[in-house]
């Protein structure tokens, strides 16, 4: 039996934080081999959007639908801060059956930090190493939240050539992103252009 092609989908998605609706209205498709980069100002939800598109927050409105295997990158490694690099990232390759991970880590330029504790890692050198988790999950959507912060031009330009080997490969990436992005074929859309109107607000404040 062949596994089924992914897809990610919102309809009609709406979001709060705290008493603040952040957006609503909000729906889109993303079939596989999509790349769909969402802009916005910090604050403006787009952390918000991703949380719940990976289902770590419950949406004020509307559905998420997705098919197949989700992998999310924010600004949490997941890795135990107080063991090796190698040690850390061994534990969860073993979890997700990952082939080949010497050579995702070789192209991660992560060999050589392999018996530096994770909490001593750089900014960047974090970053790489939540990739790498991403990577060996084998997932077929990507969830990634500002995925270039941190990185030096050579690593923002390995993200986004894996990323298009990802598409490429029929997997969906959605990424979150103030920076500009150069991805063949991808669609965007800013989260202020579904902030919500003043009668949404004024609805919003007579149910609460």
Same mark, same amino acid.
């Given at each position: 039996?062949?596994?089924?092609?992914?897809?990610?989908?919102?309809?009609?998605?709406?979001?709060?934080?705290?008493?603040?609706?952040?957006?609503?209205?909000?729906?889109?498709?993303?079939?596989?081999?999509?790349?769909?980069?969402?802009?916005?100002?910090?604050?403006?939800?787009?952390?918000?959007?991703?949380?719940?598109?990976?289902?770590?927050? /419950?949406?004020?409105?509307? @559905?998420?639908? #997705?098919?197949? =295997? &989700? !992998?999310?990158?924010?600004? %949490?490694?997941?890795?135990?801060?107080?063991?090796?690099?190698?040690?850390?990232?061994?534990?969860?390759?073993?979890?997700?059956?990952?082939?080949? /991970?010497?050579?995702?880590? @070789?192209?991660? #330029?992560?060999? =050589? &930090? !392999?018996?530096?504790?994770? %909490?001593?890692?750089?900014?960047?050198?974090?970053?790489?190493?939540?990739?790498?988790?991403?990577?060996?999950?084998?997932?077929?959507?990507?969830?990634?939240?500002?995925?270039?912060?941190?990185?030096?031009?050579?690593?923002?330009?390995?993200?986004?050539?894996?990323?298009?080997?990802?598409?490429?490969?029929?997997?969906?990436?959605?990424?979150?992103?103030?920076?500009?992005?150069?991805?063949?074929?991808?669609?965007?859309?800013?989260?202020?252009?579904?902030?919500?109107?003043?009668?949404?607000?004024?609805?919003?404040?007579?149910?609460?």
């Amino acid at each position: 039996m062949q596994p089924s092609l992914p897809t990610l989908a919102a309809d009609n998605l709406a979001c709060r934080r705290g008493d603040r609706l952040l957006f609503r209205r909000l729906s889109f498709r993303l079939e596989a081999g999509a790349a769909c980069h969402v802009t916005g100002a910090n604050g403006a939800g787009k952390t918000t959007l991703i949380r719940a598109l990976a289902g770590l927050t /419950t949406p004020y409105a509307g @559905a998420v639908m #997705r098919e197949g =295997a &989700l !992998a999310l990158l924010d600004e %949490r490694t997941g890795l135990d801060p107080d063991l090796p690099l190698g040690r850390a990232l061994a534990f969860w390759f073993g979890l997700d059956t990952a082939p080949d /991970t010497g050579t995702m880590i @070789a192209r991660l #330029r992560l060999d =050589a &930090l !392999a018996e530096v504790p994770v %909490r001593y890692l750089s900014t960047g050198q974090k970053k790489r190493a939540a990739l790498a988790r991403v990577l060996g999950q084998g997932a077929g959507v990507w969830l990634l939240d500002e995925p270039l912060s941190g990185l030096d031009t050579d690593s923002q330009g390995l993200v986004m050539e894996l990323v298009r080997e990802h598409c490429a490969d029929g997997g969906i990436a959605l990424i979150a992103s103030h920076q500009p992005l150069d991805l063949p074929g991808m669609t965007s859309f800013a989260i202020e252009d579904f902030a919500p109107a003043l009668e949404d607000l004024a609805e919003q404040d007579e149910d609460a």
